[in-house]
């Protein structure tokens, strides 16, 4: 059974940054790529970036350039997301999502998701 | 940069078809896919490439994407499918989700 374990809910002060992972299984990592989607309370879903776990090439949205880094580790086939300079606008739950395609595709299945609480 | 519009909210009654559209410019040009929340929960696909139906969802959901609009059609619709839906399409190398539509089966 293919599936995304992330990892548990984090507290941030402001400023600070967070690094949450997310660990595939039923399937080869280096397959599929891999996209980081958040969710702020009550708010939509809002694309972060996408990595290609094969190469660990990343292609982030511009609203999160310079403070966002997607990296991955094919032994244990986790893939880890960092955002920095935290603010209470960063307050969400950090989904992982596996993307079927880039440029194209859909994303499926999803992480059980992460909440970041960024509180002083 | 580019939008995808969708209405907040949509009723229907039970068994009744429920449809739930995302307007974008050319959207018909891109692979549109849609996605169920429901409270406390993860995304689940729905509809990917237009209109396929990935396996275990059941086949009164179907999709189609023409022009500016792609459509999420539930036929039968059931109280099981209450949630939030969003649409999702690529542009320009990075993707876009619809606002989300808060659906109330009732």
């Known amino acids: 059974q293919e599936q995304l374990v992330q990892s548990g809910a984090e507290v941030k002060r402001p400023g600070a940054s967070v690094r949450t992972s997310c660990r595939a299984s039923?399937?080869?990592?280096?397959?599929?790529?891999m996209n980081w989607v958040r969710q702020a309370p009550g708010q939509g879903l809002e694309w972060m970036g996408i990595i290609d776990p094969s190469d660990g090439s990343t292609k982030y949205a511009q609203k999160f350039q310079g403070r966002l880094t997607m990296t991955r580790d094919t032994s244990t086939s986790t893939i880890y997301m960092e955002l920095s300079s935290l603010t209470s606008e960063d307050t969400a739950v950090y989904y992982c999502a596996r993307g079927h395609g880039k440029n194209y595709g859909w994303f499926d299945p999803w992480g059980q998701g992460t909440l970041v609480t960024v509180s002083s | 940069s580019y939008e995808l519009t969708q209405p907040p909210s949509v009723s229907v009654s039970p068994a009744q078809t429920a449809t739930i559209t995302c307007s974008g410019d050319?959207?018909?040009?891109?692979?549109t896919s849609w996605y169920q929340q429901k409270p406390g929960q993860s995304p689940v696909l729905v509809i990917y490439q237009d209109s396929t139906r990935p396996s275990g969802i059941p086949e009164r959901f179907s999709g189609s994407n023409s022009g500016d609009t792609a459509t999420l059609t539930i036929s039968g619709t059931q109280a099981v499918d209450e949630g939030d839906y969003y649409c999702?399409?690529?542009?320009?190398?990075?993707?876009?989700f619809g606002g989300g539509t808060k659906l109330t089966v009732l």
């Open positions: 039923g399937y080869t990592i280096t397959t599929y790529y």
């Open positions: 999702q399409a690529w542009d320009s190398a990075t993707v876009v």
């Open positions: 050319k959207l018909g040009t891109k692979y």
